[in-house]
């Protein structure tokens, strides 16, 4: 009887201790799980940390090149303000030099005009003397060209006068006596050399005055009626600025561009390669001088 009793004691000994190592060995594996849980927890929030300060880095980084940019911005309108002003300057300082050239060559022609006359005077005295010495009795001859008594009241002033009279006040800027000159110079000369520099100097007085229709019609005058006038080259170039001033690009570019072909190394063809350059238009090539033939 006491053999079965043992044996059953035995028995539920056993399946106590089984049981309890199996809750030992339940609860080591809640403790590693909780343990591994907390360690994730941890590198989960070390790298939230870490993530956080990078973003903080990364904002700092984003808001300082936000504003580089915007002092970049603000820089490069300055200078592109400065940069137009400059250019606006520079070309009001072009058209100033210009202006300055074409005074200089009018001055130069009223130089040459003066000792043109002269030389004329010297020419005229010279011949004057040897009339006297050839006239029988002592009595002088006229000089030739000379007008009449009767005629001399109203005939024109000479030539060389009335057209240094009119450059004189075109330079000075009493433009309304000058042009009323020229056109008198015209009127009584028109066949002479100064002919095509008068007509020039009409237009230009309109081109000065803003009358920029006139004086591209008073251009090409010169161009038309005095092709060998030494002031051709000036006149086409100043019709083409006359057009630009109205408005017809194309039509000015076109005669620039014709100005370059035919006097390609004058200085007006340096005036109108560097306008056309300025209103961003490509310049004719002059063509090659024709090759001579070998013998």
């Given amino acids: 009887m006491r053999a079965p009793k043992l ?133 002088a001859a006229l000089p030739n060209g000379a007008p009449a008594a009767g005629s001399a009241a109203s005939a024109a002033p000479p030539p060389d006068v009335l057209f240094n009279n009119a450059l004189r006040d075109y330079n000075a800027g009493k433009y309304d006596l000058s042009s009323q000159e020229f056109n008198d110079y015209l009127k009584f000369y028109a066949s002479t050399d100064k002919a095509g520099d008068a007509q020039f100097y009409l237009a230009d007085i309109e081109y000065r005055q803003g009358n920029f229709d006139a004086a591209s019609k008073d ?18 170039l100043k019709k083409g600025y006359a057009l630009l001033e109205l408005g017809q690009k194309e039509a000015g570019v076109r005669e620039l561009n014709s100005l370059i072909v035919r006097y390609p190394r004058s200085a007006e063809a340096a005036q109108a390669r560097d306008r056309l350059k300025r209103l961003g238009v490509a310049t004719v090539s002059a063509p090659p001088p024709p090759k001579s033939k070998p013998h």
């Fill in 7 to 139: 044996t059953l004691g035995l028995g539920i000994t056993a399946i106590v201790l089984a049981t309890a190592h199996s809750s030992f060995a339940v609860s080591k594996e809640i403790v590693q799980l909780q343990t591994q849980v907390q360690t994730l927890s941890d590198q989960v929030a070390r790298l939230q940390q870490t993530l956080d300060e990078r973003m903080g880095v990364l904002r700092n980084l984003v808001e300082q090149s936000t504003d580089s940019v915007n002092k970049m911005s603000a820089t490069v309108n300055d200078l592109q303000r400065k940069s137009q002003a400059e250019s606006s300057d520079t070309n009001s300082r072009l058209e100033q030099v210009s202006g300055q050239i074409q005074s200089l060559h009018d001055s130069v022609d009223e130089l040459k005009a003066r000792l043109a006359k002269v030389t004329k005077q010297l020419d005229d005295m010279q011949q004057s003397g040897q009339n006297i010495n050839a006239a029988p009795g002592g009595m």
């Fill in 219 to 236: 251009y090409d005058k010169v161009l038309e009626e005095y092709p060998g006038s030494t002031k051709s080259a000036a006149a086409q």
